[in-house]
Nanobody, 115 residues
Framework: QVQLVESGGGLVQPGGSLRLSCAVS????????MGWYRQAPGKQRELVAI???????NYADSVKGRFTISRDNAKNTVYLQMNSLKPEDTAVYYC?????????WGQGTQVTVSS
């Protein structure tokens, strides 16, 4: 059984920062890639950022220069550092990890950017 435990969401003012974490159980497995998606009300789920085991990264254009994805392979954890947050970043953020035979999703964590 693979479980993803997300944390770090919350309410923040525009221009503020948050750091999301996603800890994955089953440390004996190598998940590749690991990433974050988000879904705003009334919109489709979209890719935010992904990172491979070799630390190659890919970002949505809307977050480039503001968000940074990283991973700690020893802890089987992926992080998303979000800076200069904007109201349009408001969404439920989901952790996503892949094994060769399937993918797994976290339960989601709410990020709200509002003054």
């Amino acid at each position: 059984q693979v479980q993803l435990v997300e944390s770090g969401g919350g309410l923040v003012q525009p221009g503020g920062s948050l750091r999301l974490s996603c800890a994955v159980s089953r440390s004996n497995l190598r998940f590749d890639p690991m990433g974050w998606y988000r879904q705003a009300p009334g919109k489709q789920r979209e890719l935010v950022a992904i990172i491979t085991s070799g630390d190659s990264t890919n970002y949505a254009d809307s977050v480039k220069g503001r968000f940074t994805i990283s991973r700690d392979n020893a802890k089987n954890t992926v992080y998303l550092q979000m800076n200069s947050l904007k109201p349009e970043d408001t969404a439920v953020y989901y952790c996503n990890v892949h094994l060769p035979w399937r993918e797994y999703w976290g339960q989601g964590t709410q990020v709200t950017v509002s003054s």
